[in-house]
Each structure stands twice: as structure tokens, then as C-alpha cells.
């Protein structure tokens, strides 16, 4: 899927992949580089986990409706067919934990298990992305131990509202 809609997008996965670059340089992503559209089949492939954050905030501010599949634990594709197929999501914290909303995991040999997990509580949004696990029970544990974490020692305060005058001099 992912080949053919970098095809449908840039002509060749080759071109996709060059402009995936330019994108994460732009989003100062010093410390990532796509070698093909999926991730999955190239040893000079890879990422920080600070990148990922960067990538995954662009993607969620520029994009809030990715929410609106991230947060799908289950449902058929081709539902009016003689032939439906049932998705079940990877991330098997969704609707299991208040706020959390997305956004990936994965599995790669080199990588281990990871994931990308952002969570909203208290008008706060929080991104955690870890790397490296053995197991997807622990990957998701200690993703969420930073969540917590982060919604324990931090919360936003309003300071001043955009357009509001604290002084003329």
C-alpha cells in the first residue's frame, strides 16, 4: 500500500522518498533517513526517537482527522461485500486508556518493538515514542509510564491571550 501511494503521489517510490527527506529536514529531523516509503525493508533506513516526535506533532497539528482512524480498535474494510475483511489495531491500548488517541506501533528486527502513542487530558497533549523493546507488553508499559509521568509534572497554564496588550510604552 504504501508503494503504490507513493506512486500515485510522486510518480516512483524513489521521488516519494526524496521529498519524505526534504520533509523531515524541514521539520528539523537531523537524525532520520527514509531509504524507502515503508520502513520495513532497508538497513539504512532509520530514525531518533526525538524525530519521531517531531514528525508525529506535525502530522497531528497539520492533520487532526488522523485521530479519527488512529483511535479505530476494529472494524471491516470491504464491509459490503461477499468478501469483508476485519482490521483489528496494533495498539491495543485504544479504549483501554483515557485520552490516549494514536498514533503507531511497529516491529522491526533492527528496531524492536516500538511506538508512538499521543494522549490528550486536561487540555493537554503529550507524545511519547519509544524504541527497542523485547515485547509489546513492555513497549506499551513504559510508553505510558512517560505519559504519565508527563501528565503528572506538567500542565498548561495560560499566560496571555493572542491579541491582548500587556503594556504600551
Request: proline content about 1%; charged content about 25%.
Amino acid at each position: 500500500c504504501a508503494v503504490l501511494l507513493a506512486e500515485s503521489i510522486s510518480g516512483s517510490e524513489k521521488e516519494f522518498v526524496k521529498k519524505m527527506n526534504s520533509k523531515a529536514k524541514e521539520l528539523g529531523a537531523n537524525n532520520t533517513f527514509f531509504s524507502d516509503c515503508s520502513g520495513l525493508s532497508d538497513n539504512d533506513h532509520y530514525t531518533t526517537s526525538y524525530d519521531l516526535a517531531l514528525i508525529s506533532i506535525e502530522l497531528v497539528t497539520k492533520y487532526p482527522k488522523v485521530f479519527e482512524y488512529t483511535n479505530i480498535r476494529e472494524d471491516y474494510i470491504r464491509k459490503n461485500t461477499e468478501n469483508p475483511f476485519w482490521l483489528v489495531n496494533t495498539n491495543k491500548l485504544i479504549g483501554r486508556v483515557e485520552g490516549l488517541n494514536g498514533l503507531k506501533t511497529g516491529y522491526t528486527s533492527f528496531s524492536g518493538y516500538c511506538i508512538t502513542l499521543s494522549m490528550k487530558q486536561n487540555n493537554m497533549s503529550l507524545i511519547s515514542v519509544v524504541f527497542g523493546y523485547d515485547n509489546a507488553t513492555t513497549r506499551n508499559a513504559e510508553s505510558l509510564e512517560l505519559l504519565r509521568y508527563g501528565f503528572s509534572n506538567y500542565k498548561v497554564e495560560k499566560i496571555i491571550s493572542k491579541g491582548e496588550i500587556l503594556e504600551s510604552i
